[in-house]
T-cell receptor, first 115, second 117 residues
Framework: AQKVTQAQTEISVVEKEDVTLDCVYETRDTTYYLFWYKQPPSGELVFLIRRNSFDEQNEISGRYSWNFQKSTSSFNFTITASQVVDSAVYFCALRDGGGSEKLVFGKGTKLTVNP | GAGVSQSPRYKVAKRGQDVALRCDPISGHVSLFWYQQALGQGPEFLTYFQNEAQLDKSGLPSDRFFAERPEGSVSTLKIQRTQQEDSAVYLC???????????????FGPGTRLTVL
């Protein structure tokens, strides 16, 4: 069965600190896809990144970076030099490569960046 | 272009009432998804469509929940005889392509917050 675990329920940092959000997943499929979404206080989920299971290259986009490690079934997300606007709930999600396109989400990590 | 839109944004229903929630996906998007998000939790899958075909309804919690997308565009999620445990935010999402080999991201709407009294 598919499962996504985000062990950190809430994280609080001071502006300009770096912060890493953890995501551990479980799946029996050899082909699968991983996603990160941001849910700001307004409520709308915003897509950040997708990764397929064949591409373990880490990715950097501005202050955001992602570390995908199949050996530990982890897909962690780091924000460098955090800003107050980064405050949101962040969700990691998994989609298997089989028939259904449904996403399985973790419970989310609430990040608060204080000025 | 316009994103995914949902209406109403807020709905208050008395226990036992029927409700209908609407989703307008991004134009041209083939797949449409419904998720339920309880307070403080991640979204949970309910059902999805590829065009007008409902391909997976494994997440619908009971036979009181019904979804349709008759013309492959707009979708409606209907909940009959609402119960207090149905109170949640109902999210709709759409994606451009479909099929096992596609992994396009899903674009989410703002959600409908349903409160059952």
């Amino acid at each position: 069965a598919q499962k996504v675990t985000q062990a950190q329920t809430e994280i609080s940092v001071v502006e300009k600190e770096d912060v890493t959000l953890d995501c551990v997943y479980e799946t029996r499929d050899t082909t699968y896809y991983l996603f990160w979404y941001k849910q700001p206080p307004s409520g709308e989920l915003v897509f950040l990144i997708r990764r397929n299971s064949f591409d373990e290259q880490n990715e950097i986009s501005g202050r955001y970076s992602w570390n995908f490690q199949k050996s530990t079934s982890s897909f962690n997300f780091t924000i460098t030099a955090s800003q107050v606007v980064d405050s949101a709930v962040y969700f990691c999600a998994l989609r298997d490569g089989g028939g259904s396109e449904k996403l399985v989400f973790g419970k989310g990590t609430k990040l608060t960046v204080n000025p | 272009g316009a994103g995914v839109s949902q209406s109403p944004r807020y709905k208050v229903a008395k226990r036992g009432q029927d409700v209908a929630l609407r989703c307008d996906p991004i134009s041209g998007h083939v797949s449409l998804f419904w998720y339920q998000q309880a307070l403080g939790q991640g979204p949970e899958f309910l059902t999805y469509f590829q065009n007008e075909a409902q391909l997976d309804k494994s997440g619908l919690p009971s036979d009181r929940f019904f979804a349709e997308r008759p013309e492959g565009s707009v979708s409606t999620l209907k909940i009959q005889r609402t119960q207090q445990e149905d109170s949640a935010v109902y999210l709709c999402a759409s994606s451009f392509s479909a099929g096992p080999s596609s992994y396009n991201e899903q674009f989410f709407g703002p959600g409908t917050r349903l409160t059952v009294l």
